[in-house]
């Protein structure tokens, strides 16, 4: 779900396996006016006009969220997580723990008995990654970013978020955020290093299908060391 503060005028949109959960909890146990974007259009009573994940909004869904509740996208500051993509495909495939029809835990007709059935490269040439590429999320078909930041999860801090939101608020009338802490880890999931997933062919996969991602984040497939 999209995180909205009115009173320091940020958006966090949330992109999946990103460590969102963690950026979630902190930031609604530290800003106390943040709260889910659909749950104040759900109280509201509008009606949005476009579906929408509950969870996972990408950035022209959120737009169309905030004028439904007449206010401005472009006034808040707005900001995604990425991860290695490499290890983004591990975390999902332990996640989803898609089942012998590519059925995955949270959906109907689950089979728990055949969850992972398949080997990861097996399921990673199965699986539709769109919505989960960052190029999908946050950016327009003319390669238009659509929010002020997009932060690697690996190199992220609360205060270098502080910062780039007071920065961008320094000429409103918005009193200054204060954030302090780490994030706590949460929503993770058990595995070996990412890399011993991989094959050759599908270390390939992972980079053609995420060349947005890599680019941004200057990610590399980092081999798990023999010593």
């Known amino acids: 779900m999209a995180l909205m503060s009115d009173r320091h ?90 089942d012998k029809n590519h059925v995955r835990f949270f959906e109907p007709n689950y089979d728990a008995s055949s969850a992972l059935h398949y080997r990861f490269d097996d399921w990673l040439t199965a699986v539709n990654p769109r919505g989960y590429r960052i190029e999908e999320f946050v950016f327009t078909n003319r390669e238009e970013q659509l929010v002020n930041k997009i932060y690697p999860v690996e190199t992220f801090s609360p205060a270098a978020l502080c910062r780039d939101i007071n920065e961008f608020n320094a000429s409103r009338d918005v009193p200054p955020l204060t954030l302090t802490g780490d994030l706590p880890v949460t929503n993770t999931t058990q595995h070996a290093h990412y890399s011993t997933y991989y094959s050759a062919e599908s270390v390939e996969i992972v980079r053609q299908l995420f060349r947005k991602d890599i680019e941004l984040g200057r990610y590399t497939f980092d081999a798990v060391s023999e010593g």
């Open 9 to 98: 005028r940020f958006l966090f949109l949330v992109n999946p396996k990103t460590a969102s959960t963690s950026v979630r909890r902190y930031l609604r146990k530290n800003v106390a006016d943040a709260v889910f974007l659909q749950e104040r259009v759900a109280t509201l009573g509008v009606t949005v006009d476009r579906p929408y994940n509950p969870h996972h909004n990408n950035a022209r869904i959120v737009e169309s969220l905030c004028t439904s509740l007449g206010k401005r996208y472009d006034d808040y500051f707005s900001f995604v997580m990425i991860r290695n993509p490499w290890a983004k495909m591990v975390s999902r495939y332990y996640y989803e723990r898609s």
